[in-house]
């Protein structure tokens, strides 16, 4: 007997067939070979009930087709033979995709709580560099607007304090915003130089 029969018969019995089932996919194979196999693997009626806790529910035509894969890629046809091996490459690109799968949803999984645990620390930073004043993000990290007229003029005004030219109206140019997100961290440097 070889290996690939003898690894069907131990699937077959692993996932509950009876000897009758198996002899039906391997009609080669003789019921005291299939003994002999089940005695030397553990899987005779006695191991089976020691464990019975143990062995999951297996669809049995799940173990049809295995029975039929090893028959196939033993088979004395060279069709049989080279379907078995299409089957069974079919069989392994499945479980592979299966496992990218999973390895994509963990890696999502991990960035999402890589962003939320961010977001997290980027509010405690601004928290602790405002001296424990709540606050809302500025331009500088998220590339949004400063809230409100009286917090534009606000920045506006300290720039200018600055030495930074800035507009009385309009956007506030994004060197500007980097300065005053960064204020907190080191001594403003002017970007540029009002003209007078």
Avoid: F
């Avoid at 299939?34 to 806790?53: D, F, N, P």
């Avoid at 173990?63 to 049989?80: K, M, P, V, Y």
């Avoid at 602790?128 to 500025?138: D, F, I, M, R, V």
């Amino acid at each position: 007997m070889n290996d690939a029969y003898r690894a069907a018969i131990v699937d077959m019995l692993n996932n509950g067939a009876t000897v009758d089932d198996i002899r039906a996919q391997l009609p080669d194979v003789t019921t005291g070979e299939i003994a002999a196999i089940a005695e030397t693997e553990g899987l005779t009626q006695a191991h089976r009930k020691a464990s019975a806790s143990q062995i999951p529910d297996v669809d049995p035509q799940l173990a049809r087709a295995l029975g039929a894969l090893a028959w196939g890629e033993n088979s004395h046809t060279a069709c049989i033979r080279n379907l078995a091996v299409r089957t069974r490459a079919g069989l392994n690109e499945l479980q592979q995709l299966q496992r990218d799968a999973a390895a994509i949803e963990k890696a999502e999984q991990e960035v999402a709580e890589a962003t939320q645990t961010l977001t997290k620390a980027q509010a405690k930073l601004r928290h602790l560099e405002n001296g424990g004043k709540a606050t809302k993000p500025t331009a500088g990290a998220s590339g949004q607007c400063p809230d409100g007229k009286r917090q534009r003029n606000e920045i506006r005004a300290w720039a200018r304090a600055q030495g930074m030219a800035v507009s009385q109206v309009g956007s506030i140019p994004k060197d500007v915003m980097d300065t005053w997100n960064n204020r907190h961290r080191k001594a403003a440097v002017p970007a540029q130089r009002q003209v007078g």
